[in-house]
Nanobody, 128 residues
């Protein structure tokens, strides 16, 4: 059974940094996708970054060059290093996982096709 547990959220000033973690269990050892998604109050959930089990990454334009995703396969943990945080980055951040389909070169950012496993989320608050 897949379980995803996020941590690392908190409150930070604009321009600051946070590192989110997602501890995963029950994830297959290959052909899977993991990703970070976020949902701000009153807005739809959006994809932040995804990564294949082989390490191929796909970033949303809004976070490119500021956020960095990494996957520690030994620890089964997904990380999101967030730098130069902006007020518009404030949201509940979710970790998700699903099987990568054979024709997918990258894992998609659209939340609607992630119909497998989601964590409970960790809140990120940005003060200006």
């Amino acid at each position: 059974q897949v379980q995803l547990v996020e941590s690392g959220g908190g409150s930070v000033q604009a321009g600051g940094s946070l590192r989110l973690s997602c501890a995963a269990s029950g994830i297959p050892t290959h052909m899977y996708c993991m990703g970070w998604f976020r949902q701000a109050s009153g807005k739809e959930r959006e994809g932040v970054v995804t990564i294949t089990s082989g390490g191929r990454k796909k970033y949303a334009e809004s976070v490119k060059d500021r956020f960095t995703v990494s996957l520690d396969n030994f620890k089964n943990t997904l990380y999101l290093q967030m730098n130069s945080l902006k007020p518009e980055d404030a949201a509940m951040y979710y970790c998700a996982a699903r099987r990568r389909l054979s024709y997918e070169y990258e894992c998609p950012l659209a939340p609607g096709v992630w119909n497998s496993y989601w964590g409970q989320g960790t809140q990120v608050t940005i003060s200006s």
